[in-house]
């Protein structure tokens, strides 16, 4: 198994990037495109997801998970539980017709509603000092 998960910096040119710093931060829809971005913090800090308005699909990233290795859709790394649920709350004010993981297969919306409890004071395992 891979030991180091770390990655180098992206360095892209200043003229060439586009920044979204928060959810009044809506690029897409000031193109004109039928995409939201959802700021999702839980997985990480800085997860986002993208909701296409005009068919209700969701693109969830790693807010969300449906694969053999997930129970009840949370995903395997979760930084902050309580960030986590507070971006399924996010995700389910949307009542999005099916979503799209960023790991695993589609799935409907009332599975969120159906798991969202377990993430009530969930318990997260520390990471080891040092790391």
């Not at 999702?40 to 969701?58: A, C, K, N, V």
């Not at 995903?75 to 695993?104: C, Q």
């Not at 409907?108 to 969930?122: A, E, I, P, S, W």
Request: glycine share 8%.
């Amino acid at each position: 198994m891979k030991k180091d998960f770390s990655f180098p910096p992206v360095k892209i040119p200043a003229d060439r990037a586009t920044v979204v710093s928060s959810q009044a931060d809506q690029i897409f829809e000031a193109l004109g495109l039928p995409v939201k971005i959802l700021f999702l913090p839980g997985h990480t800090e800085d997860s986002i997801g993208l909701f296409l308005s005009d068919s209700g699909i969701l693109l969830c990233g790693d807010a969300a998970m449906n694969a053999v290795i997930s129970v009840a859709r949370h995903t395997i790394w979760i930084e902050d539980a309580e960030k986590f649920g507070r971006s399924w709350d996010t995700m389910l004010s949307y009542n999005p017709s099916v979503i799209y993981p960023g790991h695993g297969n589609p799935f409907k919306t009332k599975d969120l509603v159906r798991y969202r409890h377990y993430l009530d004071g969930k318990k997260l395992i520390p990471p080891k000092p040092g790391k």
